[in-house]
């Protein structure tokens, strides 16, 4: 069966994570992506990861993590002859996604006013720091200042004053997976009803707000700001707990699941008909579960808790977690096969989710810059002429 994205093409302009992540989503779905890069000033991200031999040739983990399925072209945009030629891509697209400073690509005329009068059906979206409009719109920022802004890193640590960032970059792939979503549904309704492009404008502050919503809601009702608990939550029932051998994290969320809880425990007295119950009881609760968690490993609670449906699981460090059946069953993991090629073996996430008719898949590895250039070059009406007078010229590479 068919891609969900087959026949779609992508333009993607941007760098780093969060604007690669969009485009990424949609080549594993079947889009065409064409990565754009400066031939001088390529993405940041193809010279930072784990392996500094990778970083050195411009193949770092960062950038390959969401490069598989992309074709890659080098174009000076600030050359007139790159931005001619982009021009003449974008009019063969359905989609355009940059995540430079607002008003950066309408400096260079490539501005979806303009790019729209190329072609009408173009989806153009724009990812940046704080969005298109604003007293901020020309500040630049990137996950860690984002959640330093935002009031995540204020809420996240042990309230000893050290506010923590999650260590992932949450911002950036939540940043990303949004545009994804807002592309996806401007193409159904470019498809279904209005047969016309548009622009989105995608602002990663809007998404660490959004990722912050309870506590938002919390806050604007009440006025009351949520405080670093590091991982003591409201219900002494939910949190991380030290077993005789390891931590432990628990969420018998519920009225239900804490009935479970105190049973399987055998302290049925500590059990609680309402929540305002529970929340009194903070420090009773949490005592008692501090003394009996400590009594056994965290693996024979682990397992003691989640066969009687409480959601429990020893605190896992990344090799471990991966190496676990579970996602093994998932397919959420791709291991590149290209026998000879230096990412021989790489191993990639590819998406969060599985479909029952058309799934998600990679067909190419991660790319080196401008390995496409000529193929998309000739496709354009260039010859070889002139695609060696550009390189001359610094306009391609």
């Known amino acids: 069966m068919s891609k969900v994205f087959e026949g779609l093409r992508v333009i993607d302009t941007t760098h780093v994570l969060a604007g690669p992540f ?12 064409i990565k754009i890069e400066s031939p001088d000033d390529p993405d940041q991200a193809r010279m930072q990861g784990s392996d500094r031999a990778l970083n050195d040739i411009g193949m770092g983990t960062a950038f390959m993590s969401q490069a598989s399925n992309k074709k890659t072209v080098a174009l000076d945009l600030k050359n007139p002859e790159g931005c001619e030629a982009l021009k003449r ?25 303009e790019m729209s ?8 979206c724009s990812i940046s720091a704080f969005g298109a409009t604003g007293p901020r719109k020309e500040l630049t920022a990137y996950d860690n200042v984002i959640q330093a802004f935002s009031g995540m890193m204020a809420m996240t640590g042990h309230g000893d004053g050290n506010p923590l960032k999650s260590g992932a970059p949450v911002v950036d792939y939540a940043t990303g997976t949004t545009a994804a979503f807002a592309i996806s549904t401007a193409l159904y309704q470019r498809e279904r009803s209005s047969g016309k492009g548009q622009f989105i404008d995608v602002s990663m502050l809007d998404v660490a707000l959004i990722l912050s919503s309870s506590h938002i809601t919390g806050f604007m009702w009440n006025g009351k700001h949520p405080e670093p608990k590091g991982n003591v939550f409201p219900f002494a029932t939910i949190g991380a707990y030290a077993a005789s051998d390891a931590s432990l994290m628990i969420a018998a969320s519920n009225l239900v699941q804490q009935r479970r809880l105190w049973t399987a425990l055998g302290r049925e007295d500590m059990i609680k008909t309402d929540n305002n119950q529970r929340l009194d009881s903070h420090a009773e609760e949490s005592a008692v579960l501090t003394k009996i968690i400590g009594t056994m490993p965290a693996d024979y609670w682990e397992t003691f808790l989640q066969k009687r449906h409480i959601p429990a699981s020893r605190i896992r460090r990344m090799e471990e977690a991966l190496a676990d059946e579970q996602v093994a069953s998932r397919k959420v993991l791709h291991k590149h096969q290209v026998p000879g090629n230096r990412v021989d073996g790489l191993t990639v996430p590819v998406a969060a989710f599985c479909m029952s008719q058309s799934g998600t898949e990679i067909t190419m590895p991660p790319q080196p810059l401008g390995a496409h250039t000529d193929e998309i070059l000739a496709e354009l009406g260039y010859d070889a002429l002139q695609i060696q007078a550009m390189r001359k010229s610094g306009a391609a590479g």
């Open 22 to 33: 969009a485009s990424y989503q949609m080549a594993v779905l079947g889009a065409e992506v």
């Open 89 to 113: 891509l974008i009019a063969t697209a359905d989609v355009f996604v940059e995540n430079y400073r607002p008003g950066a690509f309408d400096e260079l005329g490539l501005g979806f006013e």
């Open 117 to 124: 009068k190329i072609n009408p059906k173009l989806i153009y």
